[in-house]
């Protein structure tokens, strides 16, 4: 049976969500490999889905020309997308955790939305740009790399200068918080000290050795900012 041209016409539509999905794919494995909440298939199915609503905003109301305006379908497709991206943020431990996911399942849907409207060298240009810029940022190099910030709560006897002991040992100026009780004739200080260096356990060993007014050292979490 011979094709008509309206079947062409599809089939290139077609084509245009098959390239969609595999530039979702390409993104999402970049994502897989840094283990990553949303990976290959939720890309994929993103960049496809916002693919497959620009062609039915572009194409699908053509007989009503002049009643709808075919774009502002393609409009929601931005919106939507944002509840998916809100789902992927959470804020643990005192810090906020999926940001980056979130906002590049956002642009996925601009890549799939680009597809969908026949543009396939920005389409693939942005794929190469998001991807590359996402490998440049996990290169070991301490201008793209964040903070870790480490907390310990340290309990001590506090009765003349022991609380900037404590201060010099875990290089800090101040306490992120401090509780004081008394405990018989000694004051119990428990301060929460939060730094960005790096303290293993042979050197908390060997402060608790060193200095005996120091009761104990608990590791509290790691926070990235």
């Given at each position: 049976?011979?094709?008509?041209?309206?079947?062409?016409?599809?089939?290139?539509?077609?084509?245009?969500?098959?390239?969609?999905?595999?530039?979702?794919?390409?993104?999402?494995?970049?994502?897989?490999?840094?283990?990553?909440?949303?990976?290959?298939?939720?890309?994929?199915?993103?960049?496809?889905?916002?693919?497959?609503f620009?062609?039915?905003?572009?194409?699908?109301?053509?007989?009503?020309?002049?009643?709808?305006?075919?774009?502002?379908?393609?409009?929601?497709?931005?919106?939507?997308?944002?509840?998916?991206?809100?789902?992927?943020?959470m804020y643990?431990?005192?810090?906020?955790?999926?940001?980056?996911?979130?906002?590049?399942?956002?642009?996925?849907?601009g890549?799939g939305?680009?597809?969908?409207?026949?543009?396939?060298i920005?389409?693939?240009?942005?794929?190469?740009?998001?991807?590359?810029?996402?490998?440049?940022?996990?290169?070991?190099?301490?201008?793209?790399k964040?903070?870790?910030?480490?907390?310990?709560?340290?309990?001590?006897?506090?009765?003349?200068?022991?609380?900037?002991?404590?201060?010099?040992?875990?290089?800090?100026d101040?306490?992120?918080?401090?509780?004081?009780?008394?405990?018989?004739?000694?004051?119990v200080?428990?301060?929460?000290?939060?730094?960005?260096?790096?303290?293993?356990?042979?050197?908390?060993?060997?402060?608790?050795?060193?200095?005996?007014?120091?009761?104990?050292?608990?590791?509290?979490?790691?926070?990235?900012?």
């Amino acid at each position: 049976m011979q094709l008509l041209p309206d079947n062409l016409i599809e089939l290139e539509y077609v084509l245009r969500m098959i390239i969609a999905v595999l530039l979702g794919f390409a993104i999402g494995t970049e994502r897989k490999m840094r283990f990553k909440e949303a990976g290959m298939r939720t890309h994929a199915i993103v960049s496809a889905g916002a693919c497959l609503f620009m062609l039915i905003s572009k194409y699908g109301f053509s007989d009503m020309e002049g009643k709808y305006d075919g774009a502002r379908l393609a409009a929601q497709v931005v919106s939507g997308i944002g509840f998916i991206g809100a789902g992927m943020i959470m804020y643990r431990k005192q810090a906020v955790h999926g940001l980056t996911t979130a906002a590049g399942v956002w642009i996925t849907a601009g890549v799939g939305m680009a597809a969908g409207a026949g543009m396939y060298i920005v389409a693939a240009s942005s794929t190469a740009i998001i991807i590359a810029a996402q490998c440049v940022m996990h290169i070991n190099c301490k201008f793209f790399k964040n903070k870790h910030y480490v907390q310990l709560r340290v309990v001590f006897i506090n009765k003349t200068d022991e609380s900037d002991t404590v201060q010099r040992i875990f290089e800090v100026d101040r306490y992120v918080q401090l509780d004081a009780k008394k405990h018989g004739d000694d004051i119990v200080f428990s301060v929460l000290v939060r730094t960005d260096k790096e303290f293993d356990d042979k050197f908390i060993l060997e402060v608790l050795q060193q200095h005996p007014f120091i009761q104990s050292i608990d590791r509290i979490d790691d926070e990235v900012n």
